[in-house]
């Protein structure tokens, strides 16, 4: 029996959210230079369902310690020693020791380094002004929110402004919501998955947010050629947001007393 777990959910769906965009640019994740911030459950998660895509991870941060640049891109055999690292509790820092050609840069972040597509997982707010100004130098393209809300307001501005395409964390992340469905099924049906079949559940999963983002993106009237405009969730401002609130249609679909209960009465609702 394969087991469920939302974090795998959230970052196999943040990379499956890549690969639908590139799609729509008739492009691939195979060969391309990607930056992670985190290194937590889903900056690894991410990490590791990037090379199996032929991506090229280079970086993993530890918040605000700093992060490890490998311009040769991490494999299973470097990733297996990163998480030794964090189960030992150690700076990545050790990383060297195993990789001399690899990198270590004190109190900085990832954003500065050159590449395709970049993966903030580490925390809310952890891009700001400057940094999105770094990410833009960078030659980045896309940005696939992995943390909730990494781009302060400011942030999300300058990127706007320079066609950076930002694919919000409700939509990119929405793995978590869509394991605890599945979870349900896979408790209530006694069916046993194997790891292909979830994955391949996720997949289509995916695929239906992405469409439906799509489609209220074109019922709200945004530019076909203002992508990152169909893809983001703005941060509570007079813009009416053009993503189909996908967690609260499966909370409701899940738990409907509790959801429309938490609704009546004002209060938030985290499923």
């Known amino acids: 029996m394969f087991f469920l777990h ?8 943040q990379v499956f959210f890549a690969r639908l965009i590139l799609a729509d640019m008739n492009m691939e994740l195979k060969g391309l230079r990607c930056i992670i911030s ?7 998660h991410v990490l590791e369902k990037l090379f199996s895509c032929g991506a090229i991870p280079i970086t993993i941060s530890a918040d605000s310690k700093g992060y490890s640049l490998d311009e040769d891109g991490f494999d299973y055999v470097k990733l297996s020693f990163l998480r030794d690292i964090k189960v030992q509790q150690k700076s990545l820092r050790d990383y060297l020791k195993s990789n001399p050609r690899a990198k270590y840069f004190e109190g900085a972040k990832p954003w500065s380094e050159q590449c395709d597509i970049a993966f903030p997982c580490a925390s809310q707010n952890e891009i700001d002004q400057p940094d999105a100004v770094a990410l833009i130098n ?16 400011q942030a999300f501005d300058v990127l706007r402004k320079a066609n950076i395409l930002v694919a919000s964390a409700k939509a990119a992340s929405a793995g978590g919501v869509a394991v605890g469905e599945l979870e349900l099924g896979h ?16 997949q289509e999963m995916m695929k239906q947010i992405h469409e439906k983002s799509l ?57």
């Open 6 to 13: 939302s974090d795998v959910g959230f970052s196999l769906l």
């Open 138 to 153: 960078s030659g980045c393209r896309i940005l696939i929110e992995g943390s909730s809300m990494p781009c302060t307001l």
């Open 38 to 44: 985190g290194a937590g459950k889903i900056a690894m």
């Open 215 to 271: 489609k209220a993106a074109s019922e709200y009237g945004c530019m076909k050629d203002s992508p990152e405009s169909r893809m983001r969730v703005n941060h509570g401002s007079r813009v009416k947001q053009p993503l189909l609130l996908y967690r609260e249609y499966m909370a409701l679909k899940m738990q409907p007393h509790v959801y429309i209960a938490c609704k009546q009465h004002g209060s938030g609702f985290h499923p």
């Open 187 to 202: 408790e209530c049906n006694l069916m046993q998955w194997s790891a292909e079949d979830f994955e391949a559940k996720l």
